[in-house]
């Protein structure tokens, strides 16, 4: 008797090793000696059954059981990161696996900081090697790009690009990501951000979201504290209806990309719609792409009697003035 248990015992241990040995052998060897790379995207909300069929279907496993099993003895079945992943049949299903879970597909983090234009958002990608700053920019200024896919861009004129819509935010992106997909990216975001209650409350004013956001991008790259940018939304709101220039030096270096904190003269004598010395009301379109501060300043503006601000050259301190001549008091005391 005790026999027979022993040689049931051995014969189970011999079963349990050839069971192992064949399960070692099917994740460790390659559906193909062949290695061309293979484009494989896993859509949002693909299991682990899913996502094995469709390698299976394309030849780049060999057997889908084995595959879903290493899986769940791992405890990955999480871990799989949407979108799209290199990987070619020579691959085991460890290496697979690791390509396509959380960590093993390429991504990268990139910043796009608020104020940016859609130029510095291109130069920017293309120096953290992300996307081509040609192919970028073909999208992004593009007059009709997106315009089917996002309803808050229903009232952008033809004329105008993405300016002002792609969102600057800090963003999870794969290394071999297209710039539409990018571009999708941040649209989306925008999409969140400029929620409903916002979006009403633009309505509401019998404002366009082009016209805010136009304001907004303005705004963003006058002032940098919060509070600021709700006063300044509100003088500029006060000189628009009065008629008055905005006179924002801002829309200047937007022309001259000079940066200057006061441009010359002859800055603000140069020809151009930008320019909101010589041309009244807002400008054909976004001079930047603003955060959700300078947006909210725009649609939630504070209330003060002023007509006039400058920024000092050291601190960046707003100074605000009631009126013109009290504005080149200020103008001589903090700038000159």
Request: net charge negative.
């Amino acid at each position: 008797m005790f026999k027979s248990i022993k040689l049931i015992i051995i014969l189970v241990m011999i079963l349990g090793l050839c069971a192992w040995i064949f399960y070692s052998y099917q994740i460790t060897a390659p559906a193909s000696k062949d290695n061309p790379n293979i484009e494989f995207t896993i859509e949002p909300g693909w299991g682990v059954n899913r996502i094995s069929q469709e390698l299976l279907n394309l030849g780049l496993i060999r057997n889908q059981f084995y595959f879903e099993v290493y899986v769940w003895l791992k405890d990955l079945q999480r871990n799989f990161q949407s979108g799209k992943h290199t990987i070619s049949a020579s691959m085991n299903i460890k290496e697979i696996v690791n390509s396509l879970i959380k960590g093993g597909g390429k991504e990268k983090v990139i910043t796009i900081l608020e104020g940016w234009n859609n130029q510095e958002i291109a130069d920017y990608l293309e120096n953290q090697n992300v996307v081509d700053e040609i192919n970028f920019l073909g999208l992004a200024n593009h007059k009709l790009a997106f315009t089917d896919e996002y309803t808050f861009l229903n009232d952008k004129p033809s004329t105008a690009s993405l300016e002002g819509y792609l969102f600057p935010d800090t963003y999870r992106v794969f290394a071999d990501a297209t710039a539409e997909e990018i571009i999708q990216k941040m649209l989306d975001n925008f999409s969140e951000k400029l929620n409903n209650n916002l979006r009403t409350k633009i309505k509401d004013q019998d404002k366009t979201i082009f016209e805010v956001i136009t304001l907004a991008s303005i705004i963003e790259k006058e002032v940098r504290k919060s509070e600021d940018m709700k006063m300044v939304a509100d003088i500029f709101y006060k000189r628009l209806a009065s008629g008055i220039a905005l006179q924002s030096d801002a829309t200047i270096n937007y022309i001259t990309h000079k940066g200057m904190i006061q441009p010359t003269y002859a800055d603000t004598e140069i020809d151009n719609p930008y320019n909101t010395y010589k041309y009244r009301g807002l400008t054909p379109g976004p001079i930047s792409n603003p955060g959700l501060n300078a947006i909210m300043a725009t649609i939630e503006p504070t209330a003060n009697d002023y007509y006039y601000f400058l920024t000092t050259k050291d601190t960046g301190e707003v100074i605000y003035s009631k009126t013109y001549e009290e504005h080149l008091k200020n103008k001589a005391k903090y700038l000159n």
